[in-house]
């Protein structure tokens, strides 16, 4: 049975929520109510048969709908049950099912969702002892932040700001001596002020811990475990759930708390990420901060108190700046002994231009004591987040109103966003991107499997929790002479979402990679020779626009308008460009077919990854040709549509409810829950009956909102 719904506990939910919807308009209204409200649980059936995702938002909708026109009806049979509910009706049937047995179906599943999503247990290593190094203690540094613009124009500013301090430290040492992590740390802090793994480093894997993560990142960057030992983090916290990071510090210590190596994670607006790795190799030219170094405080005495050093900028930050130029960190140590009580944050970088002239100064220095967290009380809790509370929402506004300043003010050059290059790491990719990245990792290796080439390719998806993929050519192993090594490294999920509006995966890996601006640039292909032979045939007979694939008549209809609606993707931020631009107008005359991709999802796939596949794939195409390229434009769309046909369902019940209200039939459910007798809802004599044109009507408006939903097809 085809099901997008996973698992049984998910199936049971959106069942549950079916009826929880009807439960308003059988409250107020009774049992007349349910010959109305057959069709509406009919439909929502098949659509759970099938698995319909859209199924639990109908149900809300459907049941806020009816619950506000019943509202009056539901207040008085709620008066009636609680007027009624002596010890007699409490031995009935009625008040143990509503009074317990709903209430304590909801806190089950509330349960069983919050016991899924605690990560997988700690894990032990046979013969692993304890580490016992010495380490700092987490600690809050109440910060102030200034940025300082020395050219083209001048502009200043300073703002309060939190930071906290957490030890990453190893979870204990093998047999051998090697540090290990056991995911433990995946989140440090109290309720109240935390951290996320997840939130750092790579994204995703979350469940290794911030000490995993941070060995996998070194050691991926060749620092080898006897270079370090542990690591102190100082960053924004999240304040109930909520953080804006736009630069956190990793301070990497040495068993003899040398302080050897740095880490800048920088974040910008767009949710790109950019981390740097510093040794202080890199000596700094005192003249190339000029007058616009800001005096340091003074530091306690000790073996490599300050750290600086000097690399390339190669990631976006701010609009009113380009990706050229360079960065000069100057950090104080704020641990240069592991025993001190005094810690400081005071952190200067700056923006150097590429013409070396000091454009940009930006420091985080500490405003007062360091705080520790382990001696912190109730009292002190309250007090911190009574004065800090705002701080995390305020962060994103504050960036908003100085780029305001910036452009209308001092009249600023703004520079489009680029793609960011293979050294960062993209956005995070949005529901519709990892749709369509199973469609194309799938068909990557059907490609590659199928190829009369041998080949070896090395799949980096840009996926959070998926791994670099490996696919090789079958019965050709790698060490084999001839093998063709080709290394596909997805740079922004942005690509898989421009890469279903080519009807040619020539074109549009020429167009994303080879023959495009750097800045416009969405993969990165090692060897871009190798693609001809690589994709010079369809991957499997199944790919045959041919193919005798059965499919019904409705099927056919909507796979058609996908292929009418394909049209070109949005136009990259730095145009490329071409001869005579500005006398010709160019334009595609090509009649676009059914990609290849297309044509692997459709005839290869089962009959819901072809589904989910259409419909993602139809929508950005409806996003790009009248949604200004914004597929939440779509889908807000979507969801007024749903309202509009939630609310005509909700009319016929809220039309009964009246009628029966006026023949006296008014709060009859609280008549049956008192009464416990199902014919206190059935019409009398002298009431008028249900025509068949009238139920038929209700029927088609009930059901309006399923069907709409089941147009769009499952196959």
Known sequence: MPTAVRGQSGRFSTLLYCFLALSPSLVAIGLPAAPRLAPWLLGAIVRWYFGD????????????????????????ALTRVLEGCNQSHMEGLWFPVFGFGIPFALLTRVWWQYANTQGPKQQRHEGSIKWELDYPKPRIFPCQTKHARLFPQRHAFDYSYLQVGFPVIPAGLTA??????????????????????DDYLGRGDGDAGFYGKLKQYLAEHRVQSSDWSYAY?????????????????????DVDHQLKKMILEVNNTFGERRLYLLDGSNVVNPNSTGDSEIPETEVPLGAKSRFTDRWVKDFHVSPFNSRKGSYVLKAQNPFPVVTHDSPVVDNTITLISSK????????????GPAIELSRLGVLGASRIILSWWWIGFMTFPRIVKEAFKLFFKRKLHVWFRPEVLSSSIGRAPTSTEIELYKAFSDYLSAVVHSSSEPFYVSFDPAIPGEQVQKIETPQTPIHT??????????????FYSRFVHYAHTSEAFDRESIFTDEKNRTVWISRPELLPILFQRPCSPTMDPSSNTQRTYLDKIRWNILRRLRC???????????PSKAEYMLEDVRSLPFSE?????????????AANYRRTVTKLFMAQRIGLGFAEAIGLLD??????LCSLAAFPINALRTRTGHTGNHGCAAKSLSSRQLGACSPGNGEPRETWWNLAGSAVLLSACHLYEMSKGYN
């Open 356 to 367: 070396d002239h000091a454009k940009l100064v930006a420091r985080l220095s500490s405003t």
């Open 568 to 578: 070109a993707p949005v136009e990259p931020a730095y145009s490329v460009s071409t």
């Open 176 to 197: 051998d001596g090697e540090a290990f992590g056991d995911g433990s740390d995946r989140r440090l802090g109290s309720w109240w002020l935390r951290i996320h793994a």
């Open 481 to 494: 002479r001839g093998v063709r090594r080709l290394e596909i490294r997805i740079l922004t999920p942005a």
């Open 233 to 253: 983090l100082v960053t924004a916290p999240r304040f109930f759930g909520y953080a804006f990071n736009p630069v956190s510090f990793w301070y990497i210590y």
């Open 597 to 609: 991709l297309d044509l692997h999802a459709r005839n290869t796939f089962g009959a819901e990854f």
């Open 53 to 76: 995702r859209r199924l639990v938002l109908d149900c809300a909708l459907f049941g806020g709908l009816t619950a506000y026109l019943a509202r009056v009806g539901l207040r008085e």
């Open 639 to 644: 969801i007024l549509i749903r309202l509009v």
